[in-house]
């Protein structure tokens, strides 16, 4: 018969398949400051959902007000801040901003320990958590939280890079069925926004879970 599959050819679909099955399998280990950290790869899904973005950074997290952030990137525009991709502040939680003609506005976060925005991600045991009440505002059934995780490690932090806080905000919107969705950035390749139709750069879309 023609159509019988040799032996050669079966090895190389199953060991394709098996690699497949290796990469969704893959947990990124992350040492940071003598702490692991099990966090599943990004397997990402399509949604109707529209993204909340969070920045995760050292110990805090900042939830992005985008219309305040849009607004003032919009006046440096006018005023030639896009030219030469000129950094500029952002006049929230101690942002600088940057227009790109590919990735939109693009959020420099530096130096945040005095911003009154960020909030540390402990404060989510606390009843009067002015960061609990921010992540009380996602509708689960019109939103879900996307957040831009540094992997860098700041001096003044306690736990390391952002992924404790993004990991423990991530645990107490699962718990109020709000779905998540995550990028890992750092300085050199900083947080950044912008719309779908703008640039392929700019999807931006929920993650399944390892416990899904």
Known sequence: MNNIISVD???DIISNS???????AVISLINDNNKSYQLEIPIEHQSDLSPVFIIAKDDALLRLDTDKLFANAAMQ?????????????????????????EKG???????????KEWHHFNTLE?????????LNTIDPKRQFAYFFVYDEVGDSNISGSGFEAFRKAREYLKSRGVKSGWKPV????PAHICDMSFSPLCKYLPSYLGSS
């Open 9 to 11: 050819s079966l090895t």
């Open 18 to 24: 098996v690699g497949i099955l290796i990469i969704f």
């Open 105 to 115: 506005i693009v959020f420099h976060a530096r130096d945040i320990e005095d911003s």
């Open 77 to 101: 525009a006018t005023e030639g801040a896009a030219a030469n991709k000129r950094t500029f502040p952002l006049g929230y939680g101690q942002l600088l901003g940057q227009i790109d003609d």
């Open 126 to 134: 606390k009843a009067d958590s002015e960061l609990k009440k921010q």
């Open 186 to 189: 750092d300085t050199d390749n």
